[in-house]
């Protein structure tokens, strides 16, 4: 049969018509008990390892010291770009340390390091360069630029390092390592355990052994997983790769009390499981994908989880905060004041999940921050708006624009001279160093001075789930997590 052009044209309005139908009626119950149809194929959660950044930028450490808390010792190796550790070398130390190989003073003000002799030899395994290097007084194994090498002391300089091997009469030459070189050190006595330098492409990462599921305590935390060590100058940025049901569980008991619902614990496990699944590779120039503070989450490991949190993170193993089946970009603060905001006004992210709601569920309760007041002398505004690059004189006046939900997303602020600065979005609360969003402007003279008073309610940026709302839903109102995610969500579920 040979259609014409006009029927072929119907006939496909018509298939197109067929497909369309099935995804819009899916669509339009997104506000119904049941979570709609996925509109399209689910998005499956793809990473099981997160990498979190424990010390970075001006955190970063000289020497980073690991206890393995219920195991016997650590292996030596690197990750690849799938995430999968490759050993490359193993320690009986319980105590161990990472520093780069700079070199180092004594408290007798000897200089160590870092310098080295480097046999001429090259081995084929780690345990054949271990058993030559267990045979030499300060001997110990290393993997450089690919190959297992030996390598004896630490030297201040080139001169002493060959000092050294003529009096020792080894077959050997002065090494000191690329700017890339790590050294691993047993921590009570110093001895030198392992030195990797493979170059930029790969970093030294430790794994702690012995043990089903080894804690490892470092900085005063305990970790589950493994560490990676990324060299910067002289100082080292520190990466806990953990799996990532048990990142959730380090989450949970510090962005939310372990004395809250099960419920409520629950939807802050479901956000914070999709937070990071929506943050893969978010610090890709630092090496990871979150920190471990409130630049993403706080995350400080397994110490403070509790068998409530515990629970909330188990009872929702896997599950994500979706939206027509695909994964959505959550935030979440302590407290809105009254109502949350648009995605759009907040962080210029238009998305049909994060819309403004009236929260009625806030006043029920109280809580710190519920609400605020904070008096500015205009000078003071003046000082920390010129940290932020703006050019103020005396300020006269500030005025702000309020979206549909009472929420300041945009303020104009005046100086005598005519000068103004416009803040919109979270600005309007960080960079004025206030509260949340939720708040009123007004110019008063309070003892004599004249101020600028804002006064508000809330925590936070106003946009996504409130912690406390979310608590007063489930303690007062008996709501479920999926009520709590439909809630400040806007038709979001659970799966």
Same mark, same amino acid.
């Given at each position: 049969?040979?259609l014409?052009?006009?029927?072929r044209?119907?006939l496909?309005?018509?298939?197109?018509f067929?497909?369309i139908?099935p995804?819009?009626t899916?669509?339009?119950?997104a506000?119904g008990?049941e979570?709609?149809?996925?509109?399209?194929f689910?998005? @499956?959660?793809?990473?099981?390892? #997160?990498?979190v950044g424990?010390?970075?930028?001006y955190?970063?450490?000289?020497e980073?010291? +690991?206890? !393995?808390?219920?195991? &016997?010792?650590?292996?030596?190796g690197y990750f690849?770009?799938?995430?999968?550790?490759?050993d490359?070398g193993y320690t009986?130390?319980?105590?161990l340390?990472?520093r780069?190989?700079?070199g180092?003073?004594?408290?007798d003000?000897?200089k160590?390091?870092p310098y080295h002799?480097l +046999?001429n030899?090259?081995y084929?395994?780690f345990?054949e360069?271990k058993?030559?290097a267990?045979?030499?007084? =300060?001997?110990?194994?290393?993997?450089?630029?690919?190959?297992?090498?030996? $390598?004896?002391g630490?030297y201040a300089?080139?001169?002493?390092t060959y000092?050294a091997i003529?009096?020792?009469?080894?077959d050997a030459q002065?090494?000191?390592g690329?700017?890339?070189?790590?050294?691993?050190?047993?921590?009570d006595?110093s @001895? +030198?355990?392992? $030195?990797?330098?493979n170059g930029?492409?790969?970093? $030294?990462?430790v794994r702690p052994?012995?043990?089903?599921?080894?804690?490892t305590w470092?900085g005063?935390?305990f970790?589950?997983?493994n560490f990676?060590?990324v060299r910067?100058?002289?100082?080292?940025?520190?990466?806990n790769?953990? !799996?990532?049901?048990d990142?959730v569980?380090g989450v949970?008991?510090?962005e939310m009390?372990?004395?809250w619902p099960l419920e409520t $614990?629950k939807?802050?496990?479901?956000?914070a499981r999709?937070y990071?699944?929506?943050?893969i !590779?978010a610090?890709?120039?630092?090496g990871?994908d979150?920190?471990n503070d409130t630049?993403s989450q706080?995350?400080r490991?397994?110490?403070?989880?509790? @068998?409530?949190?515990n629970s909330?993170a188990e009872?929702t193993?896997?599950?994500l905060v979706?939206?027509?089946g695909?994964?959505?970009?959550v935030?979440?603060?302590?407290?809105?004041?009254g &109502?949350?905001?648009?995605?759009e006004n907040v962080?210029s992210?238009r998305?049909?999940?994060l819309?403004?709601v009236?929260?009625?569920y806030e006043?029920? %309760?109280?809580?710190y !921050?519920k609400?605020w007041k904070?008096?500015l002398k205009?000078?003071? #505004?003046?000082?920390?708006l010129?940290?932020y690059?703006?050019?103020?004189?005396?300020i006269s006046?500030?005025?702000?624009v309020?979206?549909?939900m009472g929420?300041?997303?945009e303020?104009e %602020?005046?100086?005598?001279s005519?000068n103004?600065a416009?803040i919109?979005?979270e600005?309007c609360f960080?960079?004025?160093g206030?509260?949340s969003l939720?708040?009123?402007?007004?110019?008063?003279?309070?003892d004599? @001075?004249?101020m600028?008073?804002?006064?508000?309610? =809330?925590?936070?940026?106003?946009?996504?789930?409130?912690?406390w709302?979310?608590?007063?839903m489930?303690?007062?109102?008996?709501?479920?997590c999926?009520k709590?995610i439909?809630?400040y969500?806007?038709?979001a579920?659970?799966?």
């Open positions: 049969m040979i014409t052009a006009r029927y044209k119907m496909l309005t018509l298939l197109l067929a497909v139908l995804i819009f899916a669509s339009s119950n506000d008990d979570a709609p149809a996925p509109a399209y689910d998005i @499956e959660q793809s990473v099981e390892t #997160i990498k424990i010390n970075s930028g955190s970063a450490l000289w980073a010291k +690991l206890l !393995n808390k219920t195991g &016997s010792g650590y292996a030596f690849d770009y799938t995430r999968v550790f490759h490359l009986a130390c319980t105590a340390s990472m780069g190989d700079v180092f003073v004594l408290p003000d000897t160590v390091g002799m +046999l030899d090259i084929g395994s345990d360069a058993s030559v267990d045979g030499l007084w =300060g001997g110990f194994p290393g993997y450089i630029n690919g190959q297992y090498r030996v $390598l004896v630490a300089n080139e001169s002493k000092e003529n009096k020792r009469g080894m002065a090494f000191t690329s700017e890339f070189s790590i050294l691993a050190a047993e921590t006595t @001895e +030198l355990q392992f $030195l990797y330098d930029q492409g790969t970093k $030294l990462a052994v012995g043990a089903d599921k080894p804690e470092f005063g935390d970790y589950c997983g990676e060590y910067s100058g002289s100082r080292l940025t520190v990466i790769y953990v !799996n990532a049901e990142y569980k949970l008991p510090y009390s372990c004395q $614990l939807s802050q496990a479901v956000c999709t990071v699944m929506n943050n !590779n610090y890709s120039d630092d990871f979150v920190r630049y706080v995350y490991g397994p110490a403070g989880a509790t @068998e409530i949190t909330a009872s193993s896997g599950k979706r939206y027509r695909a994964v959505c970009k935030y979440y603060m302590s407290s809105d004041g &109502s949350t905001d648009s995605g962080f992210q998305r049909s999940y819309l403004g009236a929260d009625p006043k029920d %309760i109280e809580f !921050n609400t904070s008096e205009p000078e003071s #505004i003046v000082s920390r010129s940290g690059g703006y050019e103020l004189a005396e006046e500030i005025s702000a309020y979206s549909d929420n300041v997303i303020l %602020i005046k100086d005598m005519g103004a416009n919109s979005g600005d960080r960079k004025m206030l509260n939720h708040y009123s402007v007004s110019k008063q003279t309070v004599d @001075e004249t600028f008073v804002f006064e508000g309610g =809330g925590w936070g940026h106003n946009c996504g789930m409130s912690q709302g979310a608590y007063s489930a303690y007062n109102y008996g709501a479920d999926n709590i439909d809630f969500f806007n038709g579920y659970i799966v």
